[in-house]
């Protein structure tokens, strides 16, 4: 119980910061990134689409303020909202999930989530999806639709559940290895030395940035359009020339960065146990 307030608190919090970020419901362009998959999420929040013969496969929902905007995008691109079978998330907190129980019960698609985020996902406190897990997810598992097949990531830390999807698409007569990172960060507030609720949570950090530098990637995606420059992107994108999602350079210097800006925090809290992050 204490783990699910630990939880829903940040969630509530996540809610709180989206007051200040107006990228968060600001609409995005919808386009094809490569392949079968398409970006549908909002200047910042990042929604991603993967469209099959047997329907799609929606990963992340954002709050709920945003699906009209999330519908808009799909059928702006010839797909239909009601053709979701499969929603899927980087990890339970609100701005990547708050509306996964209202898509659910739109569409009718099936709600997949890794295992430890998954009594946040049905939990009914305030900001959370209270939506029904149809397939509880283990890392490495599989999730196909229509000759489409995801692999589920566990990356912990941000949430104990934290996933990051892999997935290859076809593009120019190659097979692309696409990464979309759950996420890596260490929010103000998080506690990693002496955290009760989550004991685990810096070596799962640890482990975190050991899987994402292992991982091939030619397309770098993220939970957040921030972490992989969506807009810059999406710029270049317009102007033509090479694929400028096509980034494996950048997805390495992002892990970097991230992991040397998470160990930097975690000496200092080692440092001053009882000091969350800010």
């Known amino acids: 119980m204490l783990h699910c307030a630990w939880l829903s608190l ?72 009601k053709d979701t079978k499969i929603v899927l998330i980087s990890h339970a907190h609100g701005d990547h999930d708050a509306a996964t129980g209202l898509i659910e019960r739109e569409t009718d698609a099936k709600l997949m989530v890794m295992d430890a985020d998954v009594p946040e996902e049905e939990s009914k ?32 830390g941000h949430t104990k559940g934290c996933t990051t999807w892999t997935m290859q698409v076809q593009e120019g007569g190659r097979a692309l290895n696409v990464v979309i990172v759950g996420s890596p960060n260490v929010n103000p507030g998080y506690i990693l030395v002496g955290n009760k609720t989550y004991p685990q949570i810096a070596q799962d950090y640890v482990k975190t940035f050991a899987v994402l530098k292992s991982l091939p990637c030619d397309l770098f995606l993220g939970a957040h359009g921030a972490y992989f420059g969506l807009k810059a992107k999406y710029e270049k994108m317009k102007a033509g020339g090479p694929n400028p999602f096509i980034d494996p350079d950048g997805y390495k210097a992002y892990v970097a960065e991230r ?17 969350p992050a800010r």
């Open 125 to 156: 406190a305030r900001g959370r999806p209270g939506a029904r897990v149809n397939r509880i997810l283990h890392d490495g598992d599989t999730v196909e639709l229509g000759g489409a097949r995801l692999t589920a990531r566990l990356t912990p």
């Open 10 to 81: 940040f969630a509530f919090a996540a809610a709180l910061l989206a007051q200040g970020n107006p990228d968060w419901h600001r609409s995005f362009p919808a386009f094809r990134i490569a392949g079968n998959l398409c970006y549908v999420g909002t200047a910042d929040l990042a929604v991603y689409l993967v469209n099959t013969p047997q329907g799609n496969i929606l990963i992340n929902s954002d709050f709920e303020q945003d699906v009209p905007l999330i519908r808009n995008s799909i059928e702006q691109l010839g797909f239909h909202y």
């Open 259 to 275: 992991e040397a800006t998470f160990r930097k925090e975690w000496e200092r809290q080692q440092q001053n146990p009882g000091s």
